[in-house]
């Protein structure tokens, strides 16, 4: 199949690229590198069914102008990650990620009108905000701050969970919606906030690690590979299951206690240092996967510890001890 991963040279889209490669699939990615690296898919640009374009999903034709670079008529699917993803970049890049989750979506799902390609929109489980409500069912409508320091992501979100159901309707698509819970992966960024990249990140430099808050706020995570095998699990759903489904792991940890975990694992001598809080960050944040255990039967398989482990020597080789 002939395949494009917008946002392929992030955490998440490169390990998909590299999923769907190893499958004999044509794999386009499509990324303006705002918040990706090019480094993630280095790897990938030596083999012959790859291929790299830096271009703006919110760039007018910039599907149907890729496919004429290509010479083909259309993509079988596109699976689209693209938007800043932590929140220091989508706070820093506030109109760009709305526009991301608006006007890109929207240009995807115009893509789908012209081709009939199949579409999978990966959301998030921040649409369901400080939530009152716990585990996180697809049901629960959330409890979000529209003018709080987290809206652009949330709210822009939301919005294109709404555009995709609109599309569909007056179109008739073929779309699916995922919501991603925390994921993490070798390709995260050593800088980029996220709390396992940071934790890492100063327990290889024996720097204090800061904490937001008392630490007692849980968090679930999953590991990378399990979350791109729910991925493609939706996209090829059978059953025209459109979502939205919650995609991550249902087993909670505290922020403090995962911390206590990578110090443990490095072998650091970090020492635990507590910050303010930021506005709006959730006391809780969990899945509840029955649907997708229903639907796809996935869950994942791989245990934080596990994941931890190989993205802790994948940091040593980034990350100069001090």
Known sequence: MKICVTGGSGAIGSFLCESL???GNHVVCVDNLLTGDIENIKNL???????FF??????NNVFKNVCNVLNIKKFDQIYNLASPASPI????NSIETIEANTIGVMNVLKEAIRTNCDILHTSTSEIYGEPLVHPQKETYYGNVNIVGPRSC????????ETIIMSYKEKYDLNVRIVRIFNCFSENLASNDGRVISNFIAQTLRNLDV???GDGTQTRSFCYVDDMINGLKLMMNNKSNFVGPINLG??????????AKKVINMTNSKSKIIFNKLPKN???RRCPDISLAKEKLLWEPKTSLEEGLEKVINSFKKRVNRK
């Open 210 to 212: 800061t904490i937001y």
């Open 281 to 283: 960050d959730p006391a």
């Open 45 to 51: 640009k030596e083999n012959k069914l790859f291929k």
């Open 89 to 92: 970049h989508y706070q820093r």
């Open 249 to 258: 792991n249902p087993n909670e940890i505290s922020i403090i206690d995962l």
């Open 21 to 23: 490669l190893k499958e």
């Open 153 to 160: 992501y949330d709210e822009s979100k939301r919005c294109s």
């Open 54 to 59: 830096r271009n703006d999903i919110c760039e």
